[in-house]
DNA sequence: CCGTTTCTGATGTACGTAAATCAAAAATTT
DNA sequence: AAATTTTTGATTTACGTACATCAGAAACGG
């Protein structure tokens, strides 16, 4: 049997009304006993039953989600996985707020970070927009002892707990190798496609997927970055464009969102030309143009995943626990018609 | 505040003892009574709180997983990470055996099984050599209400409550489109390993990727299967034979552990040799070989989420409990050497 | 209407922890 | 050594559920 509070304050010799205050950190006890017990504590391997605990405490986990507006389906996925969370609270003892705010918006997130001051939270999940009036909102939080957690895109240089995303420079690299190799060879112009330079993510795998271009693929050529922040109509609009005006392109990599208006803009010069797509986010547009050959490959991240892994880092990090490293690491999925879910 | 037993009895005009009749379906209470609390406790949307009734009861589930022995990394991962599991037994009630099993040997497989016939189980894991005898026996435990997963390996018609695993002809389709697409139009023969054809996931496998091969790349040509049983030594000479005796193979698929051989044969040829290779499961050598470029791509199941989402499904069924089927699903993750976790 | 069976209520204990109270002991200061 | 402060012990209640016991009520058979 698993050793309780009971075998520790017999292991001490105090009673247990102290082991309590050591184990809670409550006052009153001299360093020496406090020491004792610390002793026993590791001598017979004690740990704290958390369902115990949290029955006794009557805890709830009041927790903020913070994500943006926006009209593109990963925004409205990743909406909808904690809405999903949100259903589940009552099993996990978590009570779920989603504050939405616009998309790239510096100061209407700062605003929504600084009105969660004094309040009562228990943790904050949001995705990054990556500017210092951003990061100094968050190191406020995070100096209030709220446990800060990024969502997506991460925070440069910010002092947040933890970040439930993938490795985007990766994610950029992976994408230059599969796009690289499918071309096998050929020489040509290369569009990439972001939504804003202004969040880390984009920035990241742009960043990944042009290195690995310059390193390993000198004949593909990069052109201009498009900025389609993330809007279908105006990522339609731009990639045609592009497409009409030069016709040394044969590949694509999209690494934001709004794939939708990228897919109506490839659909309208199908079949003449012959282009390689690698795309970002797994959404029901990527996946029927993936099946039906109009994108070759499909990198996605699992919302449900981070929403998941996001609440159960606030919860151990609100508890004062350690995380598993290796369960809260999202991964990049790579997708191909063959292995969709 | 979420409702409780109280809140029923309160609704339903009845005791507590009444409504715990109810809840654990103790005998002892008129139909007409049941309904109403049954209908009280829709109404107020009651949800038990398991934790408690878990600490009420005390209740710990002695858990069962047969792996296969075997030298190879991919079973030694596995191993470890159940061992990880039953490190984190005390945590979540757990009590985890590990019963090791010589591989793809069925009797012993159905021995190990029917040796657990009346023992206090509350779940068994195995990964299962696809043979009527097992079926049967894992039927047997079924029919006994034990909880019964397979892992890795499924057994076909089986009425197991649960398979956490890859879905491999998914996985085959995946490694034939790489190998096609990274080989870029290119004719030749492509050499298939396998580690034996008596497990279900390596015949799936192939399965999968000689229907791809066959749809979508009629240049590449299929020669006769390797099965190396997954052992590194076997693999290895078997590799070796087949490069030196026929010099049009320029793509290898390695569906099966052991790699480590196969490996080491590629390092033999080179860099004369220039051969596009796929290979399942990332281990200390695949990922070494992956970064060297020894081989192109690696297919991987994560043995971890596979050990811990057996483990939610067995406590979960056990309970009578539904299991959260998106979270249960085993991604198949491909690992270029750009995302490497 | 009585006796018998079946159902229901009331009550208490337990699980492991948290948190509070009050008394007693020990340490510290004066 | 007395007065004061700090530390410790003992005890109780609570969280939500499980489970057991016993008494009382309702239903049923004759």
Redesign the pocket.
């Known amino acids: 049997?698993?050793?309780?509070?009971?075998d520790i304050?017999a292991a001490a010799?105090?009673?247990?009304?102290?082991v309590?205050?050591v184990?809670?950190q409550?006052?009153?006890?001299?360093?020496?006993?406090?020491e004792k017990v610390e002793e026993a504590i590791r001598q017979i391997g004690?740990?704290?039953?958390v369902a115990?605990?949290n029955?006794?405490?009557?805890r709830v986990y009041p927790l903020v989600f913070i994500v943006p507006t926006g009209d593109n389906s990963f925004m409205h996925g990743l909406r909808s996985e904690v809405h999903h969370a949100t259903l589940r609270a009552g099993m996990e003892r978590t009570d779920i707020r989603i504050v939405e705010v616009p998309a790239f918006d510096v100061s209407a997130l700062v605003a929504a970070l600084d009105g969660l001051q004094g309040q009562d939270v228990a943790g904050v999940a949001l995705v990054a927009t990556d500017a210092p009036e951003v990061r100094a909102a968050v190191d406020r939080l995070v100096s209030e002892r709220i446990p800060v957690v990024t969502l997506v895109s991460d925070l440069t240089d910010s002092t947040r707990h933890h970040y439930a995303g993938i490795d985007n420079i990766a994610a950029g690299r992976t994408a230059a190798r599969l796009l690289g190799r499918f071309l096998g060879g050929r020489e040509g112009d290369l569009t990439v496609l972001a939504g804003s330079m202004l969040v880390r993510d984009h920035r990241e795998r742009l960043q990944g997927f042009s290195a690995v271009m310059a390193e390993e693929f000198p004949k593909l050529r990069l052109l201009p970055v498009l900025e389609g922040r993330d809007d279908p109509e105006r990522t339609r609009s731009l990639v045609s464009k592009a497409l009409s005006e030069n016709k040394d392109i044969i590949g694509i990599y999209s690494l934001g969102a709004g794939n939708r208006g990228l897919i109506a803009a490839l659909k309208a010069v199908r079949p003449e030309r012959e282009l390689t797509v690698v795309v970002h986010e797994l959404t029901q547009h990527t996946r029927t143009a993936l099946v039906d050959g109009t994108i070759d490959a499909v990198l996605n991240q699992d919302a449900g995943h981070e929403v998941r892994s996001a609440i159960r880092v606030m919860k151990a990090t609100a508890d004062g626990q350690a995380v598993i490293a290796d369960q809260e690491r999202i991964r990049l999925d790579i997708f191909l018609k063959d292995n969709l879910p």
Chains 1, 2 share one sequence.
């Open positions: 049997m698993r050793p309780t509070v009971h304050a010799g105090v009673s247990l009304a102290t309590d205050r184990l809670n409550r006052p009153g006890v001299r360093l020496v006993t406090r004690y740990i704290r039953d115990a605990a029955l006794a405490k009557g």
